[in-house]
């Protein structure tokens, strides 16, 4: 295989389900994690959706309980991801056999696509803000008696980073991704950069989020980016987007590594692409011209051609003008041929950091499976999105071989190139 | 670049010949009530003037303001800037700082939505879309600095914005010379920007204990490797630099200040604030980077270290810096410019990526100013005696960061490039 990054394990926690394999059957079955938020009292709010995770038990996410008292639940999620993927790889076992595991673990990078701040981290500073009532040298005195002294490192946007590190004892090339709706694809990118480039043998990948926060709805509303009704890509009613919690992990190695080992290898990075359009913060280019650019220089990256192809995973996230525009990006590319294009988003709500990771896993279940679900809460295709088949029932793909699109705030789009065959 | 110690690269250089501090007591907000009430900050750089486009001024916070000034000056100075035939050649790579909620925004918040310091919950559902403007909302996002630097200047080929604390802005660089190497932009924007001089971030390090409490005397509060050494101080400000091929410089003539010939990058997995006291994690990124660049230990002549003035990190550093040179240790000319400027956090690395190119350029090595106190455990040359000048033909630049993040960058003067064979 070309350039020989390829993928030794996954894992992941969404709205849908509690690992891959429960998200993946409920996307096949036509269900959806989305519902009113629950995490704190929505009732009477004109845009409640999220794609919240699921009887949320950090004790149960997270096996080290002293951990909890210094990390946030957007890290717990993150982290136990990270834990499915790792144990799904069997590298520990790997690495606990060798005679010099320090030599692994300065070889096994991790590369992570974090939602960087939240709203909600602030709030800590809410009491001592009321008590001192605009006096800011009393707000000094406050804050100090009444934030908890860790703060600041329980909300660090690297501490998914940092306790994978930690936990595993991995020391190798490291990012962490701050890049909004396409950090989970990009951290999957740059971990292949560094393992092509030979800096490390084996990296962990993890994209994650708790994109639907009890502030962020309003915000997102106010920019008219939410829907009230449902997520509904590519169909002619569609509204909005719906923000969700979630986290994507994989194991990639190199060819070389994991056939080594003899590791059980499902799939392959191929190419990506990480392009942007200049338009401004929150705008994207209507027509799709950073999507085709992302979808060319990853096909070029992975000397693959559009026919080799077999199915899309798009961005799908439900907006007027971005699903119109990736429609038309691949009309454009691919003709208007018959390979499958799905989205993830109607059922898992749209995760941002995580999103490109998780649908990464999912897209590589489709392949392996040759199975592509269906868009569950499609009615009518939109007009502005003819060409492209996209259904509410399954199709199959047409190769071992797809792409899978992600876009984000900063006018980024992103394209990653994956196979289930190697 | 903009620094503490000055809104330009000239006037910054002047400053460290000069010995100057850039450390006063807080002057943009009343800090009275904190442990801390000295910082270092960017002094008079006012957004009107700064930014010629007034619509891009409602999206410019204090921080972007800093990238924004950096960016140009960096542009201007390397004489050559994206042209539409161009611009899906260049790239960006930023490190930003992790603070986007701006203060003031809080405040609002706070009277709006909590006047007890408790969120009235179906108040926020009812009002939040209409307290929140769309600039703000866009202000807030952790790419809007990134986002910003694109439409500037009609960047529109690669982008990240990556954040690792206090590496950020050193694994910036050292992504964005892998992304020219691999041919996938031809051009790179590439640098860092951050504040958290504001009532939370100060709040959040005081809580830490992690920044001195010299109030009295603010110009020594910086004291890297002094055996009195207490904590470092909080800087702000960006540096960002234009990246390109070396062959393509010289066919368009352009003036090369430095070849970045090299990046070590690597994870401490120790604690989260503090690699381990034998330097391991910094001993890989280290020799990472001499590997990278093809260099041995025997050539490099300075390193501007990361030197923050906390107990553990300059002892962790210095033990580091044995590992890796050995005897040659003591030779070698080691020098901390936190010492002057104090911490810029995610732009550190950047900015002092610049000042080592700078160093090259004018055969000179900054300071470690305030060293007066000698640690046994801290005994390398770290030029306490004043600026050095010395012939400079291989420099390193170590950044670490908080979550164990490290990165170490070689920078090789135009005359040993040419000599290797460039």
Known sequence: ?422 | MVTPLGNDVESTWNAILSGESGVREIAGFDATGFPTRIAAEVKGLRAEGTIEDRKSLKYVTPFSLFALAAAEEAVRDAGVRPTTATAERWGLVSGSGMMTTEFDFLQRFQREFAADGQIDLARLGAEGARFISSPEFARHQAVAGQALLHKRYDIRGYSANLHTACASGGQALGLAMRVVRSGQADFVLAGGYDTMINPIGLAGFCLLGAISTDNDRPSSASRPFDLTRNGFVLGEGAGFMVLEDWKRARDRGAKIYAELAGEGNSLSSYRITDSPPSGDGPIQAIRGALADAGETFDSIDYLNAHGTSTPMNDLSETNAIKAVFGDRAYDLAVSSTKSQMGHLIAAAGAVEGIICALAIQHSTAPMTANLRTPDEACDLDYVSEGCRPMQIDAALSNSFGFGGSNSCLVFRSPQRAEDRGR
Request: net charge negative; glycine share 10%; hydrophobic share 40%.
């Open chain 1, 1 to 422: 295989m070309q350039n020989g990054v390829v993928i030794t394990g996954f894992g992941c926690l969404t709205a849908s389900g509690v690992d891959a394999a429960a998200t993946w059957e409920a996307v096949l079955s036509g269900e959806s994690g989305i519902r009113e938020a629950a995490t704190w009292d929505s009732s009477g709010w004109p845009w409640p959706l999220a794609g919240e995770i699921k009887d949320y038990s950090p004790r149960d996410l997270v096996s080290d309980r002293k951990l909890l008292k210094f990390i946030t639940r957007q890290d717990v999620i993150g982290l136990n991801a990270v834990t499915q993927a790792v144990t799904h790889s069997g590298i520990i076992e790997h690495r606990d056999e060798l005679a010099d595991p320090t030599s692994f673990n300065d070889r096994t990078g991790v590369f992570v696509g974090s939602p960087a701040t939240k709203h909600r981290y602030q709030h800590d500073f809410l009491p001592p803000l009321a008590d001192s009532a605009g006096d800011s040298r009393e707000f000094g005195v406050r804050a100090m008696e009444d934030v908890h002294p860790m703060w600041l490192l329980r909300t660090l946007p690297n501490n998914v980073l940092a306790y994978v590190g930690i936990q595993y004892g991995f020391k190798g090339a490291n990012a962490n991704i701050t890049a909004h709706g396409v950090s989970g694809s990009q951290a999957i990118a740059e971990a292949c950069r560094y393992l092509r480039d030979g800096a490390i043998d084996q990296a962990i990948v993890v994209g994650y989020d708790s994109a639907s926060e009890l502030e962020a709805l309003p915000y997102y509303a106010s920019v008219g980016l939410l829907s009230s009704r449902g997520l509904r890509p590519f169909d002619r009613s569609r509204d909005g987007t719906v923000l969700g919690e979630g986290a994507g992990a994989l194991v990639l190695e190199t060819q070389d590594a994991a056939e080594r080992r003899g590791a059980k290898i499902y799939g392959g990075v191929l190419g990506s692409s990480v392009v942007a359009e200049a338009a401004g913060v929150l705008s994207v280019r209507e027509g799709g011209e950073g999507v085709s650019r992302a979808i060319r220089l990853a096909l070029e990256d992975s000397e693959m051609r559009p026919d080799e192809i077999g199915m899309i995973s798009a961005h799908a996230n439900g907006s007027r003008v971005s699903d119109a525009g990736e429609a038309q990006a691949f009309t454009e590319i691919f003709g208007a041929s018959s390979i499958p294009v799905t989205g993830f988003k109607w059922s898992l709500a749209h995760t941002i950091a995580a999103s490109g990771a998780i649908e990464s896993i999912l897209a590589l279940l489709c392949l392996a499976n040759g199975r592509v679900p269906g868009i569950a809460n499609l009615e009518e295709l939109s007009p502005e999105c003819r060409g492209v088949s996209v259904s509410a029932s399954e199709q199959k793909p047409r190769s071992s071989v797809g792409i899978v699109v992600s876009r984000a705030f900063a006018g980024l789009n992103s394209c990653i190139v994956l196979s289930s065959h190697v």
